[in-house]
């Protein structure tokens, strides 16, 4: 069971000191995460979302590589408790901004050795060497061979990030352009503001309770 809880930045401070200033090089940090860190991948719409995650039972350990990764300038998540049943709890942080993930997978790169190939898929397709299938697969086949934890994904982004991307654009347009097509009487409208401004009912209440999609209740709010 996975109950994430942000630990205190006064704790993460004194807990920090016992080993300041323990990682001082892109290798060191790469050293630690070809055995404890992972790439984290998530099919979203359209593209390949991807996370690294550094964890540890000790927490000053994730502390210093925070420290260390805060410092060349990538961006973290707080530092997470993971609650779990059958093993000792652990400390986590993750990266997760396109750029920074971006960044960090490259300066690792050169140094790991277990995670090398993860790593490498993870550039390829956010440089757009490869497209969504083929870095699943290569995920997959990463699993086949228990290199890597996690299940076998069916491949259905048959584009890279940058056409999906694209893709979601296009599409987003056309439930605007549809959002404003659809023809609600003046009556409605009223009764949709009032439930907004009375009722406090939110946008997806309103489409629900109105049945039209949530953009027709935004353009309809605007509308004042």
């Excluded at 016992?18 to 099919?43: I, K, L």
């Excluded at 995650?53 to 925070?66: A, C, E, G």
């Excluded at 260390?68 to 000792?88: H, P, V, Y």
């Excluded at 990266?95 to 050169?110: E, Q, R, T, W, Y």
Aim: net charge positive.
């Amino acid at each position: 069971m996975l109950d994430p809880q942000e630990v205190s930045t006064k704790d993460q401070a004194r807990d920090a000191r016992e080993v300041s200033g323990q990682y001082t090089s892109w290798e060191q940090v790469a050293g630690y995460f070809d055995g404890d860190g992972n790439v984290g991948v998530e099919v979203v719409k359209y593209v390949l979302k991807f996370k690294l995650r550094f964890s540890d039972t000790w927490k000053p350990q994730v502390l210093t590589i925070k420290w260390f990764l805060n410092r060349e300038g990538i961006s973290t998540s707080a530092l997470w408790l993971e609650k779990r049943d059958c093993r000792l709890d652990a400390y986590r942080i993750e990266v997760s901004s396109i750029a920074d993930v971006l960044a960090a997978a490259k300066a690792m790169l050169p140094f790991c050795v277990k995670k090398a190939e993860d790593l490498q898929i993870l550039v390829d397709y956010l440089e757009g060497r490869l497209n969504g299938n083929q870095a699943i697969e290569r995920f997959n086949e990463e699993v086949r061979t228990g290199r890597r934890s996690g299940f076998i994904r069916e491949p259905t982004l048959p584009h890279t990030r940058t056409e999906g991307l694209r893709i979601k654009q296009l599409e987003n347009a056309r439930k605007a352009r549809a959002a404003y097509a659809v023809d609600i009487s003046q009556g409605i409208q009223e009764q949709i503001k009032s439930d907004h401004s009375k009722e406090k009912l939110g946008h997806v209440r309103l489409s629900k309770k109105y049945g039209c999609s949530v953009s027709v209740i935004r353009r309809i709010l605007r509308a004042r």
